[in-house]
């Protein structure tokens, strides 16, 4: 059996992004906001905006910070 992230009913992560939030996102990432602040401001849950994180330093949209996440 395999298991699936976000699989689970429980988890409620919506990972549909507008372009319109990528560009406020990193926005904020360049700002050197954590993504707890992100996440508040943009009204995403932190999982949603850590995974958004992951996703956009993969592909070399953003890069890394000293704080990483958290600012």
Known sequence: MNYFLFEDEKH???MVFEEREL???VQYW?????IDHISKEMK???TEIALLVV???E???IKPRKK???G
């Open 55 to 57: 996703d956009r330093a």
């Open 12 to 14: 409620k992560v919506n």
């Open 59 to 61: 592909i070399g949209k």
């Open 23 to 25: 560009d406020i996102f």
């Open 68 to 70: 990483g996440i958290f």
């Open 30 to 34: 360049k700002d050197g906001y954590g």
């Open 44 to 46: 995403r849950t932190t």
